[in-house]
T-cell receptor
Framework: DAKTTQPTSMDCAEGRAANLPCNHS???????VYWYRQIHSQGPQYIIH???NNETNEMASLIITEDRKSSTLILPHATLRDTAVYYC???????????FGPGTRLSVLP | NAGVMQNPRHLVRRRGQEARLRCSPM?????VYWYRQLPEEGLKFMVY????????ESGMPKERFSAEFPKEGPSILRIQQVVRGDSAAYFC?????????????FGDGTRLSIL
């Protein structure tokens, strides 16, 4: 699996957009980019994933650069409940498990 | 549509006892994954199962740990002769298929404490 690099922590004001970057410069052509988050004491929650194109769902948007070496997860209007650790993961091959790094600890501030 | 169900949520065992952790995947999901999270650490993959088959157990300790996913019923992670170092949160995830375009959906875990 390609290695990912994320900032250790970030702050965001409530109501503003939270932009979480992820670097995956060694990504291969068939590797998907996944984002999960983990709120304290809960299981990881799936947010979004993509291969090449930008993706949007009810939770977030995923922007992948044209060379696919980095991506940004956007939470358009952050709330206090979005405070969590966010994990960026790249995944390849059938049945491949997810490799969770340390992630980014996002704190949404009132 | 119910999510991944794990039970018990909390389990306390004394050293030397057995621990059994259960996981019911989401409806329509036949692929199950088990992960372990030690305090203040990230999740570590343990084992991947598809109905009645172990596909990948590269993350499982060689001794005392076993997993199954029978044709009927939940997946079971079994830890025999537990030790203090087994204290952790154990998470189960399921997916509809095993290809890389299928997200895994996680349960809220079982917190195992060894006295």
């Amino acid at each position: 699996d390609a290695k990912t690099t994320q900032p250790t922590s970030m702050d965001c004001a409530e109501g503003r957009a939270a932009n979480l970057p992820c670097n995956h410069s060694t990504i291969s052509g068939n590797e998907y980019v996944y984002w999960y988050r983990q709120i304290h004491s809960q299981g990881p929650q799936y947010i979004i994933h993509g291969l090449k194109n930008n993706e949007t769902n009810e939770m977030a948007s995923l922007i992948i650069t044209e060379d696919r070496k980095s991506s940004t997860l956007i939470l358009p209007h952050a709330t206090l409940r979005d405070t969590a650790v966010y994990y960026c993961i790249v995944r390849v091959d059938y049945g491949q498990n997810f490799v969770f790094g340390p992630g980014t600890r996002l704190s949404v501030l009132p | 549509n119910a999510g991944v169900m794990q039970n018990p949520r909390h389990l306390v065992r004394r050293r030397g006892q057995e621990a059994r952790l259960r996981c019911s995947p989401m409806k329509g999901h036949s692929h199950v994954y088990w992960y372990r999270q030690l305090p203040e650490e990230g999740l570590k993959f343990m084992v991947y199962l598809q109905k009645e088959n172990i596909i990948d157990e590269s993350g499982m300790p060689k001794e005392r740990f076993s997993a199954e996913f029978p044709k009927e019923g939940p997946s079971i992670l079994r830890i025999q002769q537990v030790v203090r170092g087994d204290s952790a949160a154990y998470f189960c995830a399921s997916s509809r298929a095993g290809n890389s375009n299928q997200p895994q959906h996680f349960g809220d875990g079982t917190r195992l404490s060894i006295l």
